[in-house]
C-alpha cells in the first residue's frame, strides 16, 4: 500500500488503523441491512445463542458473547419486551431465568440471517471463498490472542 497513494502517512502498515476502518465499514453497511427490523448486532447474536440453546441463562449468554453482565439485564429486557425471547423461572435454581426464543423470535432471527447473508456477500464480493477462510483464521488468531500473555 502506497503512503502516497491514501495519504495516511504512517498510519499506512498499522493493522489496528485499518481494522477500525474495515469495522467502520462494515458497521455502517449492517445498519443499513437492519434497517426497520430494530435489530442491532447484539441482539442478533443473543438471539442466535439463545436460539441454538434453548433454556440458557442469560450469564451463559453473555459469556459466550463477551457481554458484560451489567449490560445483559436491558438487553434480556428489550428482546423480552419485543416478544422475541421467553424469560422463564429456572425449575432447577427458582433464583435464576432460562431464555427461550419465541415463534416471533424464530422469525426475525430468519430475516436478520438473510440480511447478514446479503450483507456480507456485498462487504466480500471481491474476495475468493479461500481468502474469506483465510481472513476469518486471521481474524479468528487475534481474537484468541490473551492480552494478559502480551
Do not use: W
Not at 419465541?102 to 426475525?108: E, I, S, V, Y
Amino acid at each position: 500500500m502506497s503512503r502516497a497513494k491514501n495519504n495516511i502517512g504512517e498510519l499506512g502498515p498499522l493493522v489496528g488503523y485499518h481494522l477500525r476502518r474495515a469495522f467502520g465499514a462494515f458497521a455502517a453497511d449492517f445498519a443499513v441491512a437492519m434497517e426497520g427490523t430494530g435489530m442491532r448486532q447484539v441482539l442478533v447474536g443473543i438471539l442466535t445463542v439463545v436460539s441454538g440453546s434453548p433454556g440458557i441463562n442469560q450469564g451463559a449468554v453473555g459469556r459466550v458473547l463477551g457481554i458484560k453482565r451489567a449490560n445483559m439485564v436491558s438487553l434480556i429486557n428489550e428482546l423480552v419486551d419485543a416478544g422475541l425471547i421467553a424469560r422463564v423461572v429456572d425449575p432447577g435454581d427458582r433464583r435464576a431465568f432460562s431464555l427461550n426464543i419465541t415463534d416471533a423470535g424464530r422469525a426475525m432471527l430468519a430475516d436478520c440471517l438473510a440480511r447478514i447473508a446479503a450483507h456480507e456477500q456485498r462487504m466480500l464480493a471481491g474476495f475468493s471463498e479461500a481468502e474469506r477462510a483465510m481472513l476469518l483464521e486471521l481474524l479468528g488468531r487475534i481474537e484468541r490472542r490473551d492480552p494478559a500473555a502480551a
